[in-house]
Protein backbone atom coordinates (compact mmCIF):
# COMPACT_ATOMS: atom_id res chain seq x y z
CA UNK A 1 0.00 0.00 0.00
CA UNK A 2 1.00 3.30 -1.01
CA UNK A 3 0.93 5.74 2.27
CA UNK A 4 -0.64 9.24 0.65
CA UNK A 5 0.29 12.30 3.52
CA UNK A 6 -2.60 13.73 4.70
CA UNK A 7 -3.90 16.96 2.94
CA UNK A 8 -2.65 15.57 -0.28
CA UNK A 9 -5.84 14.98 -2.95
CA UNK A 10 -6.48 12.10 -5.22
CA UNK A 11 -7.97 12.98 -8.70
CA UNK A 12 -9.36 10.29 -10.79
CA UNK A 13 -10.49 10.32 -14.38
CA UNK A 14 -13.84 8.12 -15.74
CA UNK A 15 -12.95 7.15 -19.54
CA UNK A 16 -10.02 6.24 -21.19
CA UNK A 17 -6.66 7.79 -20.94
CA UNK A 18 -3.84 6.67 -23.17
CA UNK A 19 -1.11 5.93 -20.69
CA UNK A 20 1.53 5.97 -23.90
CA UNK A 21 1.80 9.59 -23.55
CA UNK A 22 4.43 11.40 -22.12
CA UNK A 23 4.11 13.62 -19.18
CA UNK A 24 3.92 16.58 -20.87
CA UNK A 25 0.47 15.05 -22.27
CA UNK A 26 -0.90 13.73 -19.10
CA UNK A 27 -0.11 17.18 -17.20
CA UNK A 28 -2.07 18.91 -20.21
CA UNK A 29 -4.71 16.33 -19.46
CA UNK A 30 -4.95 16.98 -15.79
CA UNK A 31 -4.59 21.35 -16.67
CA UNK A 32 -7.95 20.97 -19.22
CA UNK A 33 -9.81 18.24 -17.37
CA UNK A 34 -9.49 19.18 -14.12
CA UNK A 35 -8.43 22.81 -13.74
CA UNK A 36 -5.46 21.93 -11.64
CA UNK A 37 -1.95 22.69 -11.28
CA UNK A 38 -0.18 18.95 -12.26
CA UNK A 39 2.91 19.99 -9.84
CA UNK A 40 0.68 20.62 -6.99
CA UNK A 41 1.40 17.46 -5.05
CA UNK A 42 -1.65 16.03 -5.35
CA UNK A 43 -2.10 12.56 -7.35
CA UNK A 44 -4.09 12.74 -10.72
Known amino acids: ???V???VRVW???GHTDM???WASL???VQERF???PHSGHLF
Do not use: E, F, V
Open 1 to 3: MIP
Open 5 to 7: PSG
Open 12 to 14: LAS
Open 20 to 22: RKG
Open 27 to 29: ALL
Open 35 to 37: AQD
